[in-house]
C-alpha cells in the first residue's frame, strides 16, 4: 500500500495517501446511510459507536510505521490524540478507544485536550512533534487552524488526520479525514422531528410551533446538520419563520 510505505520511510503525507485515506473514511461516512431505520433516540449512541470505529481506522492506517526503525531504538512509536474538548464524554470515549487501539498495535500514546482553544491547538501539535510523534489525530478547536498544523505536520514527516471536523491545508487541499456525514445525520433527525410533530397534531391542527435549532454556527459539521434538519421540518409543515437560531460556544457547563 502507498501510504504504508510512505509511512515507514517517514515522508510526508502526500496526494495518493490523502486520496488513500480518504477513501476509508468515505466508507465510514457512508456507514449511516444503510442503518435507514435509525430512530432518532438512537443517534447519539450511533454517533458514539461511529466515532470507537473511526479512531480504530486511523489507528491501523498510522501504526503502519510501528516496525520500522531509522535509528535503531527499541522505543515504542509514538502517536498523539488532540481532542478540541476532551473532557466532554463523546471525546472522552474517542481518546480511550485511540489509545486502546494504538497500544495493542505495540505503539504508545498521549492525549491532548486543546480546550476549545485555537492556540492551544497549533501549540499542542508542535508539542506532539517535538516529543517524537509519528502520527496525530486531531479534532481542531478551530477548522481555520487547518493550514497552520498541517503545514507543521508535513514538514515534521510526521502523519496527520482530522477527526470528526474536517480541516484544509494552505492550498485548499482537505487534510485525510474520519467522521460523519453531517447532512445524512441532519435528514435522519429531521425526518424523525417532522414524524413527532405531525403525529402530535402540532402540524395538522394548525397550531403555532416554534423549533429551536441549536448549533456552532462558525463549525461546518454542525451546520451540514441543521441545514439538513431544518429543510426536513419545513417540509414537513413548518414554517421557515418559525424556526430560531441558538447560537451555542460548544462549551459544556459545569
Keep these: 500500500m502507498g501510504y504504508r ?30 442503518r435507514e431505520n435509525v430512530k432518532q433516540p438512537t443517534l447519539g449512541g450511533l454517533r458514539t459507536m461511529g466515532a470507537l470505529t473511526a479512531l480504530s481506522v486511523i489507528a491501523t492506517l498510522v501504526m503502519t510505521s510501528c516496525g520500522s526503525s531509522t535509528t535503531g531504538s527499541s522505543a ?17 470515549d474517542q481518546q480511550q478507544a485511540f489509545k486502546a487501539e494504538i497500544e495493542k498495535k505495540g505503539g504508545q500514546v498521549k492525549l491532548y485536550n486543546a480546550k476549545l482553544d485555537a492556540n492551544t491547538g497549533i501549540s499542542e501539535v508542535n508539542d506532539a512533534i517535538s516529543a517524537g510523534a509519528k502520527g ?11 493550514p497552520a498544523v498541517s503545514k507543521s505536520a508535513a514538514d515534521a514527516k510526521v502523519a496527520l488526520v482530522a477527526t470528526d471536523d474536517a480541516i484544509k491545508d494552505s492550498s485548499g487541499n482537505p487534510v485525510p479525514f474520519v467522521g460523519f456525514s453531517g447532512t445524512d ?33 462558525t463549525l461546518s459539521v454542525c451546520n451540514d446538520r441543521t441545514t439538513a434538519e431544518k429543510a426536513k421540518i419545513t417540509a414537513g409543515g413548518v414554517a421557515s419563520s418559525s424556526i430560531y437560531p441558538v447560537p451555542y460556544s460548544g462549551e459544556t457547563p459545569s
Excluded: C, H
Design 5 to 34: 510505505r510512505r509511512l515507514v520511510n517517514r515522508r510526508p503525507v502526500d496526494r495518493a495517501s490523502a486520496d488513500q485515506l480518504r477513501s476509508s473514511a468515505t466508507g465510514l461516512q457512508e456507514e449511516p446511510r444503510r
Design 185 to 217: 445525520m441532519g435528514n435522519k433527525v429531521g425526518d424523525e422531528a417532522a414524524k413527532l410533530l405531525t403525529a402530535a397534531g402540532w402540524v395538522t391542527s394548525g397550531k403555532k410551533v416554534g423549533v429551536l435549532s441549536v448549533e456552532v454556527q
Design 76 to 92: 515504542k512509536p509514538l502517536f498523539v490524540g488532540i481532542n478540541k474538548s476532551a473532557d466532554q464524554q463523546y471525546f472522552i
Design 136 to 146: 496525530i489525530a486531531i479534532t481542531v478547536p478551530d477548522q481555520t487552524i487547518g
